[in-house]
Nanobody, 125 residues
Framework: QVQLVESGGGLVQAGGSLRLSCAASGLTFSAYNMGWFRQAPGKERESVAGISRSSSSTKYSDIVKGRFTISRDNAKNTVYLQMNSLKSEDTAVYYC??????????????????WGQGTQVTVSS
């Protein structure tokens, strides 16, 4: 049974930082591209970042480029999202996802096979 468990969310002031983690189990982690997505209340889910299986390449949405960094540790079966210079508009539930058929980082949610339950990030202004 595949499980993706996010952690690290919380309340932070604008301009602050948070580091999200997503621990994976039940799959060969190194065989999956990983991604982070988010959904704010009343809004559609949007992509944040993606990373290839070996960390050789990453991709970011324009709204977070330069502020967020995705990384992974295949030995720990964990993907991370370092979020700096947070803004109130970054407030959302953040989800990690695993995509087995992907060969390059992808920001299309439909390409991902497994999803976590999400972790809430709230940025106060």
């Amino acid at each position: 049974q595949v499980q993706l468990v996010e952690s690290g969310g919380g309340l932070v002031q604008a301009g602050g930082s948070l580091r999200l983690s997503c621990a994976a189990s039940g799959l060969t982690f190194s065989a999956y591209n990983m991604g982070w997505f988010r959904q704010a209340p009343g809004k559609e889910r949007e992509s944040v970042a993606g990373i290839s299986r070996s960390s050789s390449s990453t991709k970011y949405s324009d709204i977070v480029k330069g502020r967020f960094t995705i990384s992974r540790d295949n030995a720990k079966n964990t993907v991370y999202l370092q979020m700096n210079s947070l803004k109130s508009e970054d407030t959302a539930v953040y989800y990690c996802a695993a995509g087995g058929s992907l060969t390059v980082p992808n920001l299309n949610a439909a390409k991902y096979d497994y999803w976590g339950q999400g972790t809430q990030v709230t940025v106060s202004s």
